[in-house]
Structures are given as C-alpha cells and as structure tokens.
C-alpha cells in the first residue's frame, strides 16, 4: 500500500514537473532573427517579476498570449536571473506558454543588459528604438516601438491579429 502511494506521488510529480514551462534565454540578435525569420507578426515585451506587479504584469500578458497567440508569436522577456521566480509566477497564474529571460554577459547587471540588447536590436534594425518596453512587429520589417509606457497596445495587436 505504501509503495503504492509513493508511486502515485512519484507519478504526480513527474507529470506536473514535465508540464512545467522551460525558461529560455535570449539576446537581441536571435530575438531578431526570429522576428525577421517568421512569417507571424510579433510582440516582445519586457517584464520584471521582481516588480512589486510582476504577477499582475504576467496576467495581463497571459491574456495577450491567449488572445493573440495563434496568428502572433509573442515574447514575454524576463528582467532577471531568478529562472525559479519565472517558473513559480507562471504556475501560480496557470500559463502554459514559453517565457524567456535576457541573455547575455552575466557580468552585467539586468538592467545594462538591457540597455546593451536595445542598442543591438536598434543596430540590427537599423532604428533607433530608445529604451524600449514593448515591440510590435508586423513581420514585414516594420517595427514600433513603444518607450514611454507600460500599457499594452491593443490596437497594434489586433491589427498584426487581422495580418
């Protein structure tokens, strides 16, 4: 009886540790290529679960994904290191979708790295991007980026949507 419910834990565990989403990093030169290499539209945006809102950010990103996620590929880019944070944010709001986080020299700190990845995508695009929050692409090699706020664009997405 024991070994059978140690193996129905076992079991449990497996399927749920598989079922986890995996937490990729990424620079701005693959973030670039996938872009350019898609035929999708896309969104990239930053997040900071270590914000005082980073779940409620993850929510509201959790709506973009269900919502768009089909006919958008759809970046969420973790501003930091702690891998286990993004997992556990994940699984506490129930998304089931890749997340990534920056990449890059871990010599830095997050924040110069994201400096450092602005400038990279703003030299592959050949657009000075400033220090971008949110990219809406419609995977024609037109890109906007917004810099001054956190507010989600739902026009912008509806119409990559509509693509």
Known sequence: MRKS???????????????????KTLNAKQVYDSIKQSEKPSFVAFWNPNCEVGEEVLLEYQTVINKYSQKINVYIIGLTDMHDLMLEMSNKVGLDYPLYALGGDKSLNIFKRKQKFVQEISKLTNVDSGDFIMLYSNGFGDLDFIVDTGEIDYVKLNYLYSL
């Open 5 to 23: 419910i140690l193996f129905i834990i076992f079991c449990f565990y497996t399927v749920l540790s598989s079922a986890q989403v995996e937490i």
